[in-house]
């Protein structure tokens, strides 16, 4: 599977070949763990001033420290046998770049990417768990945890968030901030999207707007906050969050069907152009899974709205009756 990471985080992976790994990774702690150290050192990488060689080329090492390891580490014991003074000398040259890669690390994030048509999960130093959506992103400095909670987030994601009275849990999305002690709780919250919403299953949840501060929410369990006219409203939610997390099965009941395809555009990372002549505020219900291709979601929605499709390019569907 070395090659496999080597390849995804070059961008030089087809889709088959992304396919393999994520499903190798879903039984495979230890792949799983390594994935993720990659992902966060080449996301602390992006981070660093190119104009500084010296400490891009640190995180280039530790990148590769972290593929061959282990390959290295019984070398340096095969070592040990005829040069214990390379061995020092080795030692010595590792706790001055760990330390020095600690410096690097306070002063930058780490950030999550989750890829169109994967969900990934993410355990935060605190405890707290989140699920990120197709084509979200989740970032947090290295002093998360021990000076603040702090999150920046793009796109949507499921919290579990670990309760901390002394430490609030606190999201930044752009316009909306949300603080939170400890709950459970669903936000969407993409760029490219004029939606803003929030589901609440446990707890509560206050939603400040940065840039008025009449526009304010606190959400209790089972409402939903919408963005509508530019200010904030409640509304029941109908998120079904245990079906989501343990199988990533999106279920909906009776919402817009241009809501569904706008979902659906945004978790594939794809444009759908939908036609004048398709019912985009038919209300629809049903299900399906996120991590599915965008053809087999589009069949599944054929089922419960009427419309026809054209793949134009990998990217780019028209929607159609």
């Not at 993410?122 to 603040?148: I, K």
């Not at 999106?250 to 241009?258: E, L």
Request: proline letters at 2%; a neutral charge.
């Amino acid at each position: 599977m070395e090659e496999l990471l080597v390849k995804y985080f070059t961008e030089d992976i087809n889709k088959q070949e992304k396919k393999l790994l994520f499903e190798a990774m879903d039984n495979d702690d230890a792949l799983r763990k390594e994935f993720y150290d990659l992902q966060n050192t080449m996301a602390m990488a992006e981070f660093v001033d190119s104009n500084d060689r010296t400490l891009n080329r640190q995180a280039y090492a530790h990148f590769l420290r972290i593929i061959f390891r282990r390959r290295l580490f019984h070398q340096v014991l095969k070592c040990c046998k005829y040069a214990a003074l390379i061995v020092a000398v080795s030692l010595c040259v590792y706790f001055v770049t760990y330390y020095r890669m600690n410096e690097i690390l306070c002063k930058q994030y780490t950030e999550v990417i989750a890829p169109s048509g994967q969900r990934v999960k993410v355990n935060l130093p605190d405890g707290t768990v989140a699920w990120l959506s197709p084509c979200s992103t989740l970032r947090y400095a290295a002093s998360f945890n021990s000076e603040n909670r702090d999150v920046q987030l793009k796109g949507s994601t499921f919290f579990e968030v670990s309760h901390n009275e002394k430490m609030p849990f606190r999201i930044s999305t752009g316009i909306y901030n949300i603080t939170v002690l400890g709950t459970r709780f669903n936000v969407m919250a993409y760029p490219k999207s004029k939606r803003f919403e929030i589901d609440l299953i446990e707890g509560s949840v206050q939603i400040d707007n940065t840039n008025d501060s009449t526009d304010r929410l606190v959400l209790l369990p089972h409402e939903r906050a919408v963005l509508q006219n530019c200010r904030l409203y409640k509304q029941t939610s109908d998120f079904d969050n245990e079906e989501y997390l343990k199988n990533g099965i999106v279920s909906f009941n009776s919402r817009p069907f241009g809501e569904i395809l706008e979902n659906v555009a945004l978790w594939q990372g794809v444009i759908l152009t939908v036609d004048k002549s398709v019912d985009t505020n038919r209300l629809v219900t049903g299900k399906f899974r996120q991590s599915d291709s965008l053809e087999s979601i589009l069949h599944v929605l054929q089922t419960v709205a009427d419309f026809r499709y054209t793949i134009v390019t990998e990217k780019n569907v028209i929607i159609y009756r």
